[in-house]
């Protein structure tokens, strides 16, 4: 079956634009002139793969974004014309898998598409009316714990000694990394590649923001653990020896 595109862009040739490039390669295409309509559209209908513009009427692409990514793991591009690294941080760290700034380069944003499609097959999340259909050593294996930290990759959750703690996509994703490498330093330049995919300076930025915000949620919901700062290289994780 064809995987589903979930497209929104106020500006109308660009929407045509991109569905007819997508359609041609096969995919099936909805498309949005506002980021709500996408949203709400997503509510009782979920698609493969979103693409955002960031500027339209209502809410923004980021808040969109934010919003998709609360509820899903669904892969998700923006889409801009604002070129500062601020903005580009401020897309991925709220969950964005890939930022590109306008006049899209077709080329690449059909590679983006393939790559993250592929990676999202490769890696599914399980929905929740198959849940019963993974035994429970299936579903053991998708829990990791780390001191008093527990992840379960299944369902996305992450507590503290029980208590449950809200992350961002990546937030989720950069933890989830750092506790299966547990036993090492993993370089910022790793992250990149493994987490986000992207391997440039601006890129690194945002990889530091995302763990100074995943630092500060572990400091307020009382855990022992903590990110520690290699550097020159990257990051590890480590217990504070009150905790230990």
Known sequence: MAELIYLA?????????????????????ESFSTGDDLFATFQHKPCDIVILDIIMPGNS????????????????????????????IMGIT?????????????AKLLLHVKVLL????????VAPNNQHAH????????????????????????????????FTHNEFNLL?????????????EELL???????????????????KRLRKKLLQAGSGVTIGTVWGFGFRLDVKKSNI
């Open 176 to 188: 989830l990394y750092l506790i299966t490498n547990q036993d090492r330093a993993i370089s910022r």
């Open 61 to 88: 692409g980021f808040t969109v974004c934010a919003m998709l990514k609360q509820t899903s793991h669904v892969p998700l591009i923006l889409l801009s014309t604002k070129d500062k690294d601020d903005d580009y």
């Open 135 to 166: 035994t429970q050593a299936q579903e053991q294996s998708n829990i990791y714990k780390y001191a008093d930290i527990t992840i379960n990759k299944s369902k996305i959750t992450a507590d503290c000694n029980g208590a449950a703690i809200n």
């Open 9 to 29: 862009d106020d500006d109308g040739i660009m929407r045509k634009y991109l569905q007819q490039l997508f359609e041609r390669e096969g995919y099936v295409v």
């Open 94 to 106: 709220l969950g964005a898998d890939v930022y590109l700034t306008k006049p899209v380069n077709p």
């Open 193 to 211: 590649r493994e987490v986000w995919g992207y391997d440039n300076i601006v890129e690194s930025r945002a990889t530091d923001d995302t763990a």
């Open 118 to 125: 592929a990676k999202s097959k490769a890696n599914p999340i």
